[in-house]
């Protein structure tokens, strides 16, 4: 069938009524069984319905009004791209309305369903899924949309995205470090979202470490207390030989990796070399400075800001991945 289902042809070929076909949409499931909800979305998703519009409507109105999604509103990079965001549509005429997903699927698919019947102009989002799916309703909708920061993995080409160089940013990291006479590497990881943007970092890893003949090791945090982590940590860098560099992949980790160093007398670049995948402008103090490969998230957030506004003018407009560069910071740590 064709985009211009209604809610009605839904309820009937799911076999439900249309009050169960709208609280579904809506995000309420208390009252219905899991199988009614997944027949029920199996339809919507068959039908390629549109909730409370056809898909092919005109949207004469305009709200100036752009939804923004972020992973996890406490993350102070999520912030700053927030902000970077902001002045840009601000200085366009645009409000944003600023919604946190926790990193949740669930939580990201009802918030893109609010943000589409509140009738935003457009929709940047920082995704949790990795996985177009999550978004095809909105994007069949003709809300214009962006994806920033995270990579979704089987993003359409019509589709914007705005994100840093992170693969390539860490596969020159092991050029360097070669050069300095490091053997090793331990990258410490914690995967939040399902679109991380630890993955391609993790994989510029793997990859350098495999061409210029580095032992490889990742140990990823999420699900684990602080406690296995010490212990984890200071195993594995007891059983390397040589010199070996680590790499925390994100903010959050660091602060661990320095409270290990802390409680284990350990010290860096003497113990080990000391790598952070960003930080807060802080690390320059611990220390004689941390050595960081640094995003810049508010540009970021004017690229985004900028390729929804151009898709709002002209629909063609905004297509592709825009990658952003890495900055590499040197500092005494390695």
């Given at each position: ?89 601000k200085e366009a005429g645009y409000d944003?309305?600023?919604?946190n997903t926790n990193n949740d699927l ?229």
């Open positions: 069938m064709s985009q211009r289902a209604k809610i009605a042809d839904v309820a009937k070929a799911a076999g439900v009524s249309t009050t169960t076909v709208s609280r579904i949409i809506n995000g309420h499931y208390d009252k219905m069984t899991p199988e009614t909800r997944k027949r029920v979305e199996a339809v919507i998703k068959e039908l390629n319905f549109v909730p409370l519009a056809s898909a092919q409507r005109l949207r004469v109105n305009k709200s100036n009004t752009i939804g923004v999604l972020v992973g996890d509103i406490s993350n102070p990079f999520s912030s700053l791209l927030a902000k970077g965001i902001d002045v840009v549509l944003i309305i600023l919604m669930e939580t990201e698919k009802r918030a893109l369903t609010s943000l589409y019947h509140q009738q935003v102009d457009g929709i940047i989002i920082q995704p949790n899924a990795g996985h177009f799916t999550q978004f095809e309703t909105i994007a069949n909708s003709e809300v214009p949309i962006q994806m920033v920061d995270r990579e979704v993995w089987d993003l359409p080409s019509e589709i914007g995205a705005v994100t840093s160089a992170n693969k390539d940013a860490c596969y020159r990291l092991g050029k360097i470090l070669v050069d300095r006479g490091y053997d090793n590497i331990i990258a410490v990881s914690a995967h939040y979202a399902e679109a991380s943007g630890q993955i391609p970092r993790l994989a510029g890893l793997e990859a350098a470490a495999n061409d210029y003949g580095l032992s490889y090791h990742d140990i990823e945090t999420r699900g684990h207390d602080f406690e296995w982590l010490s212990t984890t940590f200071t195993q594995q860098l007891a059983r390397l030989t040589g010199r070996t560099a680590v790499i925390s992949l994100m903010g959050p980790v660091l602060f661990d990796i320095l409270k290990i160093t802390k409680e284990h007398h350990l010290s860096f670049p003497d113990d080990f070399g000391l790598i952070s995948f960003d930080d807060w402008e802080w690390s320059r103090y611990v220390g004689d400075g941390i050595f960081l490969l640094k995003q810049d998230m508010e540009l970021m957030g004017n690229y985004a800001a900028r390729k929804v506004l151009a898709q709002i003018d002209n629909k063609k407009s905004g297509a592709g991945t825009t990658l952003l560069p890495v900055q590499i910071i040197d500092r005494p740590s390695i």
